[in-house]
């Protein structure tokens, strides 16, 4: 797909950062640098862990694509920082930014729309004691999920099974955030889809079906074995990706997300109903990551989904940037 990138100006992949997510946000930047420079793209690696974030507007940079995972790139404050310098960037804006990094906040909102997510308990800082941590389970019943609020890529998530494990799993969690989402376990297929575009626009690829070894797709599962099975086409029974894709994107359009993102379904084993765990909206770029996954499951190559990403650059004031190649 010859495209002329001249017109995208000097390109900061922001990469790196402060959050848990660190080591994967480095993979995912580099990647996506590699395959801008590739269609020559004028790209340059920036880290702000390093650099501080103002270095962007004085660095004559013309936009952004965020390859940040987690607090502190994921979570609205970059792209404010961003907007008040009016640098275009990649994905999600401020607020759609800042309510899908809080699991809590996207099941409210969620809810409130009437779209499916599987029932929660939040263990709010300062608030909770050993007495509500035991009583979680007489909530949810085994097994259950128990995770940090704000993070990604299933750190700090322990699957519980028996009440002794509450404990060690509320501690575990609580070492990256204090406030704890503890949650219904779905049994069934897990299955993500990504999203690209904006409004009217968006649309959803195909679904990836995942077969993760017994069931556990943990950090290490994600990003550094061979063993997890990634299904595209998914195999999943006749109408079912479509129902999940018509999901993903009403969950998408409900939170404001642009550009781009990916949810994660869970699909009951027993009734087949579908429910919405959360919506990355910087999503990885690994060799591991699902989204090129899917894109090349359509069609797109690796490159070229990273020039789709980068056309969407914009900032929440404006109407979609209209400056793409």
């Not at 007489?138 to 009440?163: C, H, N, W, Y």
């Amino acid at each position: 797909m010859a495209q002329n990138t001249s017109n995208f100006g000097k390109v900061a992949v922001l990469m790196g950062g402060l959050s848990a997510e660190r080591e994967i946000s480095l993979m995912s930047g580099n990647g996506v640098l590699q395959a801008l420079r590739s269609r020559g793209v004028d790209a340059y690696a920036f880290d702000p862990a390093e650099r501080d974030i103002s270095e962007v507007k004085k660095g004559g940079f013309a936009r952004c694509f965020i390859a940040l995972h987690g607090r502190f790139g994921e979570d609205g404050t970059v792209q404010g920082a961003l907007e008040l310098q009016g640098i275009p960037y990649t994905g999600s804006g401020v607020m759609a930014s800042s309510m899908a990094i809080d699991k809590v906040m996207t099941k409210r909102v969620l809810l409130s729309e009437g779209l499916p997510t599987p029932r929660y308990v939040l263990l709010r800082r300062g608030s909770y004691g050993s007495a509500d941590i035991s009583a979680v389970p007489d909530q949810l019943g085994f097994p259950l999920i128990v995770k940090p609020a704000r993070e990604g890529s299933s750190i700090g998530l322990t699957k519980v099974t028996e009440r002794a494990g509450m404990l060690e799993a509320v501690v575990q969690a609580a070492k990256l955030d204090a406030d704890i989402l503890c949650e219904q376990f779905i049994s069934g297929d897990e299955v993500t889809c990504p999203v690209l575009g904006s409004g009217a626009d968006a649309h959803a690829l195909p679904v990836i079906r995942i077969v993760a070894p017994e069931g556990n797709y943990d950090y290490q599962n994600k990003y550094f074995t061979d063993t997890t099975q990634y299904l595209v086409p998914s195999g999943l029974p006749d109408g079912e990706e479509a129902v999940i894709q018509q999901l993903v994107l009403q969950a998408y359009r409900t939170l404001n997300c642009r550009g781009w993102a990916r949810a994660d379904v869970m699909i009951d084993k027993a009734t087949r109903k579908p429910y919405l765990l959360e919506i990355n909206t910087s999503p990885g770029m690994t060799g591991h990551s699902l989204v090129p996954m899917s894109a090349r499951a359509a069609g797109i190559s690796y490159e070229d989904l990273c020039i789709e990403v980068l056309k969407t650059a914009a900032l929440d004031h404006q109407k979609q940037s209209g400056a793409a190649p």
